[in-house]
């Protein structure tokens, strides 16, 4: 069963950094690009980063030079750093494949506030 398990979250002032982990189970990691997706209240979800099994990443223009996604192939787990946090990042975090498989976790609360 393809399952994903989300952690790292928090609660944040801006300008500060986070560093978010999903273990994956179920699925040929390795092989698979994985991303991490996020949804704010009232909110469609958006993907934020994608990692190919090789380490090529790309990420949303609101993210770029910020975040950072990463992947232990040998954990089957995929990060994500992210740097000078700001109000409008605040959102559930998830991790799941790309394209997405129907199976979602239950996310972790990233909370930028002062």
């Known amino acids: 069963q393809v399952q994903f398990e989300e952690s790292g979250g928090g609660l944040v002032q801006p300008g500060g950094s986070l560093r978010l982990s999903c273990a994956a189970s179920?699925?040929?990691?390795?092989?698979?690009?994985m991303g991490w997706y996020r949804q704010a209240p009232g909110q469609q979800r958006e993907l934020v980063a994608e990692?190919?099994?090789?380490?090529?990443?790309d990420y949303a223009d609101s993210v770029k030079g910020r975040f950072a996604i990463s992947r232990d192939n040998a954990e089957k787990t995929v990060f994500l750093q992210m740097n000078s946090l700001k109000f409008e990042d605040t959102a559930v975090y998830y991790c799941?494949?790309?394209?997405?498989?129907?199976?979602w976790g239950q996310g972790t609360q990233v909370t930028v506030s002062s």
């Open positions: 179920g699925i040929l990691f390795r092989l698979s690009v």
């Open positions: 990692i190919t099994g090789g380490g090529i990443t």
């Open positions: 799941n494949l790309r394209p997405a498989h129907d199976n």
